[in-house]
T-cell receptor
Framework: AQSVTQPDIHITVSEGASLELRCNYS??????LFWYVQSPGQGLQLLLKYFSGDTLVQGIKGFEAEFKRSQSSFNLRKPSVHWSDAAEYFCAVVIFGNEKLTFGTGTRLTIIP | KAGVTQTPRYLIKTRGQQVTLSCSPISGHRSVSWYQQTPGQGLQFLFE???????NKGNFPGRFSGRQFSNSRSEMNVSTLELGDSALYLC??????????????FGPGTRLTVL
């Protein structure tokens, strides 16, 4: 079945530590890939996107993600997290020709001092 | 540019009533999508409108409907409300061009509570 999976429901990291959030997809063809962030009580904001080309993409707020076709993954990374990064993060996909954005279940990120 | 706006921000209704939510997209955006967000089901796609036509539809019952006007503003309607309809309803706009539909700009949402 076609799906996008975020295996980690909740992750806790110390401020200043590195971060990696996992995302895997299961589709016949490579979809367009996105990461969104949702701060408490707010809507979603696009962090970064991958359509094609360079497999390492840079986004806003110091985030980056790497597309690995062999692993069907699109993991989000940040070298050093800040307390303001505490939020929920969603991986999402769009299949070319079907303009519907499908979200993963999300990963809640907690930052400890 | 002004962002996506949604009205009202909060709404309390009782079972059996109906509700209409409104969304104004970013100027120039022709696509508006609606999502339901709940703790149990996460973010679920309701439908997408592009140039006044429903282009995509999620797996929701017919009680959920929507429309888009010529100025791209969109409304969604839920009839015969059920307790399970309590959720955050998010609207998002995009240019709607092929492949770029995933680059969506979200509003703050409407929090609907059904009593």
């Amino acid at each position: 079945a076609q799906s996008v999976t975020q295996p980690d429901i909740h992750i806790t990291v110390s401020e200043g530590a590195s971060l990696e959030l996992r995302c895997n997809y299961s589709y016949g063809a490579t979809p367009y890939l996105f990461w969104y962030v949702q701060s408490p009580g707010q809507g979603l904001q696009l962090l970064l996107k991958y359509f094609s080309g360079d497999t390492l993409v840079q986004g806003i707020k110091g985030f980056e993600a790497e597309f690995k076709r062999s692993q069907s993954s699109f993991n989000l990374r940040k070298p050093s997290v800040h307390w303001s990064d505490a939020a929920e993060y969603f991986c999402a996909v769009v299949i070319f020709g079907n303009e519907k954005l499908t979200f993963g279940t999300g990963t809640r990120l907690t930052i400890i001092p | 540019k002004a962002g996506v706006t949604q009205t009202p921000r909060y709404l309390i209704k009782t079972r059996g009533q109906q509700v209409t939510l409104s969304c104004s997209p970013i100027s120039g955006h022709r696509s508006v999508s609606w999502y339901q967000q709940t703790p149990g089901q996460g973010l679920q796609f309701l439908f997408e409108y592009f140039s006044e036509t429903q282009r995509n539809k999620g797996n929701f019952p017919g009680r959920f409907s929507g429309r888009q006007f010529s100025n791209s503003r969109s409304e969604m309607n839920v009839s015969t409300l059920e307790l399970g309809d309590s959720a955050l309803y998010l609207c998002a706009s995009s240019t709607g061009t092929s492949g770029r539909a995933g680059e969506q700009f979200f509003g703050p949402g409407t929090r609907l509570t059904v009593l």
